[in-house]
Protein backbone atom coordinates (compact mmCIF):
# COMPACT_ATOMS: atom_id res chain seq x y z
CA UNK A 1 0.00 0.00 0.00
CA UNK A 2 1.34 3.27 -0.91
CA UNK A 3 2.58 5.55 1.93
CA UNK A 4 -0.05 8.17 3.02
CA UNK A 5 -0.69 11.92 4.75
CA UNK A 6 -2.06 10.34 8.12
CA UNK A 7 1.16 7.72 8.41
CA UNK A 8 3.97 9.36 10.59
CA UNK A 9 7.05 10.76 8.85
CA UNK A 10 9.71 8.02 9.86
CA UNK A 11 12.05 8.81 6.98
CA UNK A 12 15.63 8.91 7.30
CA UNK A 13 18.11 10.29 5.11
CA UNK A 14 21.38 10.41 6.87
CA UNK A 15 22.10 14.29 5.66
CA UNK A 16 25.16 14.26 7.87
CA UNK A 17 26.55 11.15 5.77
CA UNK A 18 28.29 11.38 2.88
CA UNK A 19 27.27 8.45 0.43
CA UNK A 20 29.39 5.84 0.69
CA UNK A 21 31.97 4.30 -2.34
CA UNK A 22 33.17 0.63 -1.58
CA UNK A 23 36.51 0.50 -3.31
CA UNK A 24 36.91 -1.94 -6.03
CA UNK A 25 39.54 -4.31 -5.13
CA UNK A 26 40.86 -5.18 -7.77
CA UNK A 27 44.31 -3.48 -9.53
CA UNK A 28 43.66 -1.57 -12.62
CA UNK A 29 39.66 -2.25 -12.41
CA UNK A 30 38.38 0.71 -10.92
CA UNK A 31 37.24 2.68 -13.78
CA UNK A 32 35.59 -0.49 -15.20
CA UNK A 33 31.71 -0.60 -15.64
CA UNK A 34 29.34 -2.03 -13.17
CA UNK A 35 28.42 -5.36 -15.06
CA UNK A 36 32.41 -5.70 -16.14
CA UNK A 37 33.23 -5.61 -12.11
CA UNK A 38 29.91 -7.57 -11.17
CA UNK A 39 31.61 -10.17 -13.69
CA UNK A 40 34.65 -10.28 -11.41
CA UNK A 41 33.40 -10.43 -8.67
CA UNK A 42 31.93 -13.93 -9.49
CA UNK A 43 35.85 -14.64 -10.98
CA UNK A 44 37.94 -12.94 -7.78
CA UNK A 45 37.18 -13.44 -4.37
CA UNK A 46 35.66 -9.98 -2.72
CA UNK A 47 37.00 -9.91 0.24
CA UNK A 48 40.56 -12.00 -0.86
CA UNK A 49 40.83 -9.91 -4.30
CA UNK A 50 42.03 -13.39 -5.28
CA UNK A 51 40.69 -16.29 -7.46
CA UNK A 52 41.33 -20.33 -7.31
CA UNK A 53 40.68 -20.72 -11.12
CA UNK A 54 40.01 -24.24 -12.34
CA UNK A 55 41.47 -24.99 -15.71
CA UNK A 56 40.05 -28.12 -17.69
CA UNK A 57 40.32 -26.09 -21.09
CA UNK A 58 43.19 -28.27 -22.10
CA UNK A 59 41.27 -30.73 -24.05
CA UNK A 60 40.48 -27.41 -27.01
CA UNK A 61 43.76 -28.87 -28.19
CA UNK A 62 45.25 -31.77 -26.59
CA UNK A 63 42.08 -33.70 -26.71
CA UNK A 64 41.49 -36.20 -23.25
CA UNK A 65 44.64 -35.51 -21.74
CA UNK A 66 45.30 -37.52 -18.15
CA UNK A 67 42.84 -36.53 -15.40
CA UNK A 68 40.20 -35.02 -17.94
CA UNK A 69 39.28 -38.28 -19.70
CA UNK A 70 35.85 -38.29 -17.91
CA UNK A 71 35.23 -34.86 -16.41
CA UNK A 72 31.87 -35.62 -15.18
CA UNK A 73 33.79 -38.15 -12.78
CA UNK A 74 37.11 -36.06 -11.95
CA UNK A 75 36.33 -32.62 -12.10
CA UNK A 76 32.56 -31.90 -11.08
CA UNK A 77 33.72 -33.06 -7.59
CA UNK A 78 36.55 -30.33 -7.76
CA UNK A 79 33.72 -27.24 -8.74
CA UNK A 80 32.60 -26.68 -4.97
CA UNK A 81 36.23 -25.92 -4.01
CA UNK A 82 36.69 -23.68 -6.90
CA UNK A 83 36.34 -19.95 -7.32
CA UNK A 84 36.11 -20.28 -10.88
CA UNK A 85 35.69 -22.46 -13.40
CA UNK A 86 37.81 -22.21 -17.02
CA UNK A 87 36.50 -24.37 -19.64
CA UNK A 88 35.42 -24.62 -23.59
CA UNK A 89 31.89 -24.50 -24.02
CA UNK A 90 31.26 -28.16 -25.53
CA UNK A 91 32.19 -28.84 -21.95
CA UNK A 92 30.04 -26.86 -20.05
CA UNK A 93 26.77 -27.47 -22.12
CA UNK A 94 27.31 -31.26 -21.92
CA UNK A 95 28.79 -31.85 -18.88
CA UNK A 96 29.06 -28.77 -16.43
CA UNK A 97 25.91 -28.91 -14.19
CA UNK A 98 24.18 -25.42 -14.47
CA UNK A 99 23.42 -25.17 -11.09
CA UNK A 100 27.15 -24.18 -10.75
CA UNK A 101 26.81 -20.56 -10.24
CA UNK A 102 30.48 -19.33 -9.36
CA UNK A 103 32.36 -17.47 -12.37
CA UNK A 104 32.54 -19.51 -15.81
CA UNK A 105 35.67 -18.36 -18.08
CA UNK A 106 35.30 -19.36 -21.44
CA UNK A 107 37.43 -20.40 -23.31
CA UNK A 108 37.05 -18.13 -26.56
CA UNK A 109 40.24 -18.90 -29.32
CA UNK A 110 41.68 -22.49 -30.76
CA UNK A 111 41.81 -23.97 -34.40
CA UNK A 112 45.08 -25.94 -34.46
CA UNK A 113 45.61 -29.30 -32.66
CA UNK A 114 48.59 -30.38 -30.83
CA UNK A 115 49.88 -31.85 -33.81
CA UNK A 116 50.41 -28.29 -35.41
CA UNK A 117 51.47 -24.59 -35.28
CA UNK A 118 50.08 -23.97 -32.06
CA UNK A 119 49.56 -20.07 -32.83
CA UNK A 120 47.35 -19.83 -35.63
CA UNK A 121 44.02 -19.50 -33.82
CA UNK A 122 41.38 -17.72 -34.16
CA UNK A 123 38.14 -16.57 -32.00
CA UNK A 124 36.89 -19.53 -31.62
CA UNK A 125 33.10 -18.18 -29.67
CA UNK A 126 31.22 -15.30 -30.56
CA UNK A 127 29.99 -12.49 -27.63
CA UNK A 128 26.73 -13.49 -27.99
CA UNK A 129 27.25 -16.84 -27.61
CA UNK A 130 29.25 -16.16 -24.25
CA UNK A 131 26.33 -13.78 -22.91
CA UNK A 132 24.15 -16.65 -23.53
CA UNK A 133 25.92 -18.85 -21.38
CA UNK A 134 26.36 -16.13 -18.91
CA UNK A 135 29.89 -16.16 -18.85
CA UNK A 136 31.99 -14.14 -16.41
CA UNK A 137 35.14 -13.78 -18.56
CA UNK A 138 36.52 -15.09 -21.93
CA UNK A 139 39.73 -16.08 -22.41
CA UNK A 140 41.90 -15.67 -25.54
CA UNK A 141 45.76 -16.61 -25.93
CA UNK A 142 48.13 -14.39 -27.00
CA UNK A 143 51.02 -15.61 -28.68
CA UNK A 144 53.85 -13.60 -28.51
CA UNK A 145 56.72 -13.99 -30.28
CA UNK A 146 55.18 -17.46 -32.16
CA UNK A 147 54.70 -17.35 -35.53
CA UNK A 148 51.23 -15.78 -36.00
CA UNK A 149 51.37 -13.24 -33.08
CA UNK A 150 49.50 -10.42 -34.65
CA UNK A 151 46.38 -12.58 -35.52
CA UNK A 152 46.75 -13.78 -31.65
CA UNK A 153 46.69 -10.65 -30.68
CA UNK A 154 43.98 -9.20 -33.09
CA UNK A 155 41.81 -11.95 -31.74
CA UNK A 156 42.24 -10.19 -28.46
CA UNK A 157 41.89 -7.01 -29.01
CA UNK A 158 38.33 -7.67 -31.26
CA UNK A 159 36.91 -9.70 -27.95
CA UNK A 160 38.40 -6.99 -26.40
CA UNK A 161 35.65 -4.47 -28.11
CA UNK A 162 32.84 -7.32 -28.32
CA UNK A 163 33.64 -7.80 -24.37
CA UNK A 164 33.64 -3.79 -23.84
CA UNK A 165 30.45 -3.47 -25.45
CA UNK A 166 28.31 -5.91 -23.11
CA UNK A 167 30.39 -5.76 -19.81
CA UNK A 168 32.39 -8.73 -20.76
CA UNK A 169 36.10 -9.40 -19.12
CA UNK A 170 38.69 -10.71 -21.69
CA UNK A 171 41.35 -12.73 -20.03
CA UNK A 172 44.43 -12.37 -22.10
CA UNK A 173 46.56 -15.91 -21.96
CA UNK A 174 50.28 -15.40 -22.79
CA UNK A 175 51.27 -18.64 -24.17
CA UNK A 176 54.78 -19.87 -24.42
CA UNK A 177 56.14 -21.66 -27.17
CA UNK A 178 58.83 -24.28 -27.34
CA UNK A 179 61.24 -22.06 -29.02
CA UNK A 180 60.67 -19.09 -26.75
CA UNK A 181 62.54 -18.65 -23.28
CA UNK A 182 60.50 -18.22 -20.43
CA UNK A 183 62.28 -15.70 -18.26
CA UNK A 184 61.30 -12.41 -16.47
CA UNK A 185 61.77 -10.42 -19.60
CA UNK A 186 59.53 -12.37 -21.80
CA UNK A 187 56.96 -12.28 -19.78
CA UNK A 188 57.23 -8.59 -18.61
CA UNK A 189 56.68 -8.03 -22.63
CA UNK A 190 53.87 -10.63 -23.30
CA UNK A 191 52.01 -9.51 -20.20
CA UNK A 192 52.44 -5.68 -20.77
CA UNK A 193 51.34 -6.23 -24.42
CA UNK A 194 48.13 -8.01 -23.77
CA UNK A 195 47.42 -5.26 -20.71
CA UNK A 196 48.46 -2.13 -23.02
CA UNK A 197 45.82 -4.14 -25.57
CA UNK A 198 42.68 -4.29 -23.22
CA UNK A 199 42.52 -7.41 -21.87
CA UNK A 200 41.13 -7.11 -18.32
CA UNK A 201 43.52 -9.55 -16.55
CA UNK A 202 46.32 -11.42 -18.14
CA UNK A 203 47.53 -15.26 -17.32
CA UNK A 204 50.82 -15.89 -17.45
CA UNK A 205 53.39 -18.78 -16.44
CA UNK A 206 55.43 -17.74 -12.85
CA UNK A 207 58.95 -17.54 -13.00
CA UNK A 208 61.51 -17.81 -10.28
CA UNK A 209 63.76 -15.08 -10.59
CA UNK A 210 62.23 -11.72 -10.51
CA UNK A 211 58.20 -12.62 -11.01
CA UNK A 212 57.71 -9.49 -9.10
CA UNK A 213 58.69 -7.05 -12.13
CA UNK A 214 56.06 -8.85 -14.56
CA UNK A 215 53.13 -8.18 -11.77
CA UNK A 216 55.14 -4.75 -10.76
CA UNK A 217 54.71 -3.71 -14.71
CA UNK A 218 51.59 -5.42 -15.69
CA UNK A 219 48.55 -2.64 -14.63
CA UNK A 220 45.74 -4.99 -14.33
CA UNK A 221 45.81 -8.00 -12.54
CA UNK A 222 47.49 -11.28 -13.07
CA UNK A 223 46.83 -15.07 -12.72
CA UNK A 224 49.67 -17.77 -13.05
CA UNK A 225 48.93 -21.26 -15.01
CA UNK A 226 50.36 -23.89 -13.23
CA UNK A 227 51.62 -25.75 -15.76
CA UNK A 228 53.02 -29.52 -16.06
CA UNK A 229 52.40 -31.69 -13.19
CA UNK A 230 54.82 -31.44 -9.98
CA UNK A 231 54.75 -32.59 -6.73
CA UNK A 232 52.57 -31.02 -4.44
CA UNK A 233 55.36 -29.08 -2.27
CA UNK A 234 55.90 -27.67 -5.13
CA UNK A 235 53.13 -26.83 -6.33
CA UNK A 236 52.38 -25.09 -3.66
CA UNK A 237 55.03 -22.90 -3.21
CA UNK A 238 55.09 -22.16 -6.75
CA UNK A 239 51.56 -20.72 -5.89
CA UNK A 240 52.94 -19.16 -2.64
CA UNK A 241 55.05 -17.45 -4.18
CA UNK A 242 53.19 -15.63 -6.86
CA UNK A 243 50.97 -14.20 -4.83
CA UNK A 244 53.59 -13.26 -2.06
CA UNK A 245 55.03 -11.57 -5.52
CA UNK A 246 51.95 -10.21 -6.49
CA UNK A 247 49.65 -11.94 -8.40
CA UNK A 248 45.94 -12.29 -7.79
CA UNK A 249 45.50 -16.02 -8.01
CA UNK A 250 45.95 -18.93 -10.12
CA UNK A 251 44.21 -20.70 -13.12
CA UNK A 252 45.74 -24.40 -12.50
CA UNK A 253 44.69 -27.10 -14.05
CA UNK A 254 47.33 -30.29 -14.30
CA UNK A 255 48.92 -29.56 -10.87
CA UNK A 256 45.23 -30.07 -9.33
CA UNK A 257 43.74 -32.51 -11.31
CA UNK A 258 46.53 -34.71 -12.19
CA UNK A 259 47.47 -34.69 -8.19
CA UNK A 260 47.01 -38.25 -6.40
CA UNK A 261 44.04 -36.10 -4.19
CA UNK A 262 42.76 -33.73 -6.12
CA UNK A 263 39.97 -32.64 -3.57
CA UNK A 264 42.68 -32.28 -1.29
CA UNK A 265 45.29 -30.10 -3.61
CA UNK A 266 42.60 -27.75 -4.71
CA UNK A 267 41.78 -26.78 -0.94
CA UNK A 268 45.37 -26.26 -0.08
CA UNK A 269 45.72 -24.34 -3.12
CA UNK A 270 43.31 -22.04 -2.11
CA UNK A 271 44.54 -21.86 1.49
CA UNK A 272 47.93 -20.41 0.08
CA UNK A 273 46.13 -17.91 -2.41
CA UNK A 274 43.39 -16.42 0.15
CA UNK A 275 44.88 -16.76 3.37
CA UNK A 276 48.58 -17.09 2.61
CA UNK A 277 49.21 -19.89 3.58
CA UNK A 278 52.74 -21.09 4.04
CA UNK A 279 53.96 -23.77 1.71
CA UNK A 280 55.40 -25.88 4.73
CA UNK A 281 51.78 -25.80 6.39
CA UNK A 282 49.80 -26.33 2.95
CA UNK A 283 51.73 -29.32 2.40
CA UNK A 284 50.90 -30.57 5.99
CA UNK A 285 46.99 -29.59 5.14
CA UNK A 286 46.77 -31.12 1.89
CA UNK A 287 48.57 -34.59 3.44
CA UNK A 288 45.89 -34.16 6.24
CA UNK A 289 42.82 -33.95 3.85
CA UNK A 290 44.25 -36.91 1.71
CA UNK A 291 44.74 -38.96 4.46
CA UNK A 292 41.29 -38.49 5.86
CA UNK A 293 39.58 -38.74 2.55
CA UNK A 294 40.98 -42.36 1.92
C1 LIG B 1 45.78 -24.08 -21.94
C2 LIG B 1 45.50 -23.21 -20.83
C3 LIG B 1 45.32 -23.85 -19.51
O1 LIG B 1 44.11 -23.42 -18.98
C4 LIG B 1 46.47 -23.45 -18.61
O2 LIG B 1 47.67 -23.89 -19.15
C5 LIG B 1 46.28 -23.83 -17.16
O3 LIG B 1 46.44 -25.15 -16.95
P1 LIG B 1 47.75 -25.78 -16.33
O4 LIG B 1 47.79 -25.35 -14.88
O5 LIG B 1 47.54 -27.26 -16.47
O6 LIG B 1 48.95 -25.25 -17.07
O7 LIG B 1 45.38 -22.03 -20.94
O8 LIG B 1 46.27 -23.32 -22.97
Known sequence: ??????????????????????????????????????????????KSGRTVMLAVDHGYFMGPT???????????????????????????RSITPATFNKGVVLRASGGP???????????????????????????????????????SIHNMTQLVDAGNRYGMPVLGVTAVGKDLARDA???????????ELGATYVKTYF???????????????????????????????????????????????RNIFQSEAPIAMIQAVAKVVHENMPPKQAYEYYLTLKAGAS
Open 185 to 195: KYMRLATRICA
Open 66 to 92: SGLERIDVTINPLLDYADTLMCTRGIL
Open 1 to 46: MADTDSIPETKEFFLDKPQSATPFPLKGCQNLDWGMKNRLSRIFSP
Open 207 to 253: VSEGFETVTASCPVPIVIAGGKKLPEKEALTMAFQAVDQGAAGVDMG
Open 113 to 151: SILKELSDEHIAVSMEDALRLNAAAVAVQVFVGGEFETR
